[in-house]
């Protein structure tokens, strides 16, 4: 069975400041890296996906994979209040479906 | 356009109830999947169509009835449902069932009483 672990936070980061999101995933074959941004009592919206070694951005995100450490990472720059929000890590299960870490809640000040 | 529309946004119904669930895409993708989310808590994958037929149901009650009538349209048929079933319940499409990345829906809040 896959895993995948997050920090449940809070994180919390001035504004303007880089926000450092992590998560750790149990199956050495997984192939497919996904985050998504979920504010509260809404459904979740991806921002990243992520399936090389390496790093991927877009726009104030950046997403890094390292398959040897089973480490995904994403990075938010210059953080607004707006990015106050739970992160979910996604790993790509056998059908297609998505098994989630808990979740990492941020929150940035003012 | 990634765009997932559940029906109805919320969901009350009694436990001798019967409801359904409805959710559409129009983006051409061939999987769908139905997910549960409780308060602070990740979602938990109920069923996958793919390609519009059933490929994985999750040990879910049977309470729970799930239905592709095409590969636009999924639904989720609810009946006896217990309160601890209230939940966000999610529905999410993606272009096939290996590869690319999935879209949720707006979810829709149902609440048993």
């Known amino acids: 069975q896959k895993e995948v672990e997050q920090n449940s936070g809070p994180l919390s980061v001035p504004e303007g400041a880089i926000a450092s999101l992590n998560c750790t995933y149990s199956d050495r074959g997984s192939q497919s890296f996904f985050w998504y941004r979920q504010y509260s009592g809404k459904s979740p919206e991806l921002i990243m996906f992520?399936?090389?070694?390496g790093d991927k951005e877009d726009g104030r995100f950046t997403a890094q994979l390292n398959k040897a450490s089973q480490y995904v990472s994403l990075l938010i720059r210059d953080s607004q209040p707006s990015d106050s929000a739970t992160y979910l890590c996604?790993?790509?299960?056998?059908?297609?479906?998505?098994?989630f870490g808990k979740g990492t809640k941020l929150s940035v000040k003012p | 356009d990634t765009e997932v529309t559940q029906t109805p946004k919320h969901l009350v119904m009694g436990m001798t109830n019967k409801k359904s669930l409805k959710c559409e895409q129009h983006m051409g993708h061939r999987a769908m999947y139905w997910y549960k989310q409780k308060a602070k808590k990740p979602p938990e994958l109920m069923f996958v169509?793919?390609?519009?037929?059933?490929?994985i149901n999750e040990s879910v009650p049977s309470r729970f009835s799930p239905e592709c009538p095409n590969s636009s349209l999924l639904n989720l048929h609810l009946h006896a449902l217990q309160p601890e079933d209230s939940a966000l319940y999610l529905c999410?499409?993606?272009?096939?069932?290996?590869?690319?990345?999935?879209?949720f829906g707006q979810g829709t809040r149902l609440t048993v009483v």
């Open positions: 996604a790993v790509r299960g056998s059908q297609g479906n998505l098994i």
């Open positions: 999410a499409s993606s272009q096939d069932p290996g590869t690319t990345e999935a879209f």
């Open positions: 169509y793919s390609y519009e037929k059933l490929s």
């Open positions: 992520i399936y090389s070694n």
